[in-house]
């Protein structure tokens, strides 16, 4: 019997590679009149404002990122340019190699799986066309849930709709957001993917003070839940 019946993953740079902006981001501030080290800066400073829905959908959010660059495109910019940004931060997202592997090693075990994710409208709209999106029997986006991690809403949000207990459910994320801390404080076990292509990884709040367990692949998390506890 598997070790964990759940096991929850963070998105970008866990599921993924490691993320940094790529060139489509220049035509998304080419059409809304910006330079784009200022849209990235200000992408960069509002990241959980955004990732909380806390301004509307996509194209409002777009606007309110606008204002808070001195730019004011029209109606038809900020449409074009929300498309523009869907496709640059599609560009940008390339699923590790063992993730699905990894997923279907779980699946095959009998283990529920899940995503908790920091992220803005963009992942809910494309995760659905990624070949994990089959192995995720719940998908939980800040976007949607109205808040961030390490928030306990975003852990328990994700066991209610896999019907498990927080203590069942490990948790494995790159460390961003805090939200490793935020899967134990919920009552799950944490442990930190540490690849090596993560220098470099775009992300906000990390931890490196993290000292509890790390495993350097998503293979790795198999083993884990492989393992036979100590004492049993």
Do not use: I
């Amino acid at each position: 019997m598997p070790r964990y019946p759940a096991v929850l993953f963070d998105f970008f740079g866990t599921l993924t590679r490691c993320v940094q902006r790529g060139a489509a981001h220049e035509t998304t501030a080419e059409l809304l009149g910006c330079p784009v080290d200022t849209l990235a800066a200000v992408l960069d400073r509002t990241f959980y404002q955004r990732a909380s829905g806390r301004h509307g959908n996509a194209e409002a959010t777009l606007r309110w990122v606008c204002a808070q660059a001195g730019v004011h495109p029209s109606d038809d910019a900020v449409r074009a340019a929300v498309a523009s940004r869907h496709r640059a931060v599609r560009a940008d997202t390339r699923l590790r190699d063992d993730a699905v592997p990894a997923l279907a090693a779980l699946r095959e075990r009998g283990v529920r799986t899940g995503v908790v994710s920091d992220c803005t409208h963009e992942l809910p709209a494309f995760l659905p066309q990624l070949a994990v999106a089959p192995l995720l029997d719940a998908r939980v986006f800040s976007v949607h849930v109205g808040r961030c991690k390490p928030d306990p809403a975003l852990y328990l949000a994700a066991c209610r709709r896999l019907d498990v207990r927080p203590a069942d459910c490990l948790y494995v994320g790159d460390g961003g957001s805090r939200e490793l801390t935020g899967a134990q404080r919920a009552g799950m076990t944490a442990v930190r993917l540490a690849a090596p292509d993560l220098v470099g990884h775009l992300v906000f709040d990390a931890e490196p003070d993290w000292d509890g367990p790390v495993v350097g692949s998503l293979s790795e998390v198999v083993e884990l839940v492989d393992a036979v506890p100590v004492g049993c």
